[in-house]
């Protein structure tokens, strides 16, 4: 059983930063894979950024590449989201994933209760 608590989520100007973090409850999150997702108002939920269980592989939607950086720390279970040169459009609620799958949504995948990121023009 792993439990997902993000945090770090606020109002941002645009071309701001803001980190968030995931800090992960459970002895198996070091072997999962750890996701980022988003969903604005009236959108579906999207990928935002994906982290293997070591953190030597990453993968990030093309909306937020060069952007944005997923990063962990296995030793304090906690996964992040470094996200800078923010703008309007990055506006959503965005939520913690951790999965034993790497691109698949499964019902067995854990997610945390989201965190609001809300970007000003």
């Known amino acids: 059983q792993v439990q997902l608590v993000e945090s770090g989520g606020g109002l941002v100007q645009a071309g701001g930063s803001l980190r968030l973090s995931c800090a992960a409850s459970?002895?198996?999150?070091?072997?999962?894979?750890m996701r980022w997702f988003r969903q604005a108002p009236g959108k579906e939920r999207e990928f935002v950024a994906t982290i293997s269980w070591s953190g030597g592989s990453t993968w990030y939607a093309d909306s937020v590449k060069g952007r944005f950086t997923i990063s962990r720390d296995n030793a304090k279970n906690t996964v992040y989201l470094q996200m800078n040169s923010l703008k309007t459009e990055d506006t959503a609620v965005y939520y913690c994933?951790?999965?034993?799958?790497?691109?698949?949504?499964?019902?067995?995948?854990?997610w945390g209760q989201g965190t609001q990121v809300t970007v000003s023009s």
């Open positions: 994933n951790g999965s034993p799958h790497r691109t698949t949504i499964a019902p067995s995948d854990y």
């Open positions: 459970g002895r198996t999150f070091s072997s999962y894979f």
